[in-house]
């Protein structure tokens, strides 16, 4: 019973969750608590979304569904690394999509990182298709969430074809049918298919994650969402407050720290350009109750 108290105890103190504010956040009307908020002057800012935006979550990561987890040796690392810096040639790393209101996230973040390994390792720049994704499992809907390993291992076993194959359309999507033709009349669906090589959970070290990046590039990582992080302007995102959301994937494409010395991941979501930094978040490294870091998977793709 002690030690049960006794790690009690020290999750509640890593945690920065604040009481104080969360009670403000449930008393005060959006805008008020968006001013008082605001005016404590934390690593980050809120603000206040129209309602009519959806936002979606769908993410599992309950298991790796049995792939390898990999470390990588210590080595020499930047204290900043931006993906779209170092690979500028690859204009996928710049996109920031939006995936509606359908729970479909871990196709985004899986596949969208795929997009970008492909011009990194390859030098082929091309949009691989989250609509494919329509043809991981028919038993369900992809708008009920999936598991970013399963995607990573379709991608191994069937390939991915490109958006000009098949432009994302959640209405499809919902129709749990796996459609193996192109849109374009003038494109053929098996020969538009870009395949994987390998795929990996890499593990929860800061090092290793910060290393998987900056050798091989942009990973998908999932995360605990709690009602601030929807409030999200801009900054460092710590949580203060709120109830937890969800589980959400993300891309996540960098690293730094900011000038108060918080260090922080830089993730590009999939909600559009309108949330957050034109879509890209910063968010706190090491903060246990959102867990990145226990949540990181990647692939390579098969060599031309």
């Known amino acids: 019973m002690r030690s049960l108290v006794f790690v009690l105890f020290i999750a509640l103190a890593a945690s920065e969750f604040d009481p104080e504010i969360h009670r403000k956040f449930k008393t005060l009307p ?6 008082y908020f605001n005016s404590l002057n934390h690593s980050w800012t809120i603000a206040e979304y129209s309602d009519d935006i959806p936002l979606s979550y769908g993410a599992n990561f309950d298991a790796n569904h049995g792939l390898p987890t990999i470390t990588h040796d210590v080595m020499d690392l930047p204290q900043q690394f931006d993906a779209r810096q170092q690979w500028s040639q690859c204009e996928t790393i710049q996109q920031i999509k939006d995936q509606g209101s359908c729970g479909s996230c871990y196709l985004f973040g899986t596949i969208n990182s795929l997009s970008d390994r492909t011009c990194i390792h390859n030098d082929v720049h091309v949009n691989l298709s989250e609509q494919d994704g329509e043809c991981l499992d028919t038993s369900k809907c992809v708008c009920e969430g999936g598991h970013p390993p399963d995607v990573l291992q379709f991608w191994i076993q069937n390939g991915l074809v490109t958006e000009d194959c098949k432009p994302y359309d959640i209405q499809s999507l919902y129709e749990q049918q796996c459609h193996k033709k192109c849109v374009n009349p003038s494109m053929d669906y098996f020969n538009d298919k870009h395949f994987g090589d390998s795929a990996y959970q890499v593990d929860s070290d800061v090092d290793t ?13 999932g995360m605990t969402v709690y009602e601030d992080f929807q409030d999200y302007r801009g900054g460092v995102y710590v949580h203060k407050y709120g109830k937890e959301k969800g589980h959400h994937a993300l891309r996540l494409i960098g690293f730094g720290t900011d000038d108060s010395g918080v260090d922080y991941w830089l993730l590009a979501n999939s909600w559009g350009t309108v949330r957050g ?17 226990s949540r990181v998977f990647a692939g390579l793709p098969r060599k031309n």
């Open 209 to 221: 994650i910060r290393a998987e990046l900056v050798k091989n590039g942009p990973v998908v990582v």
């Open 277 to 293: 930094e034109g879509g890209f978040y910063r968010i706190k490294r090491n903060q246990p109750e959102v867990g990145i870091e």
């Open 30 to 35: 959006k805008h008020e608590f968006v001013s």
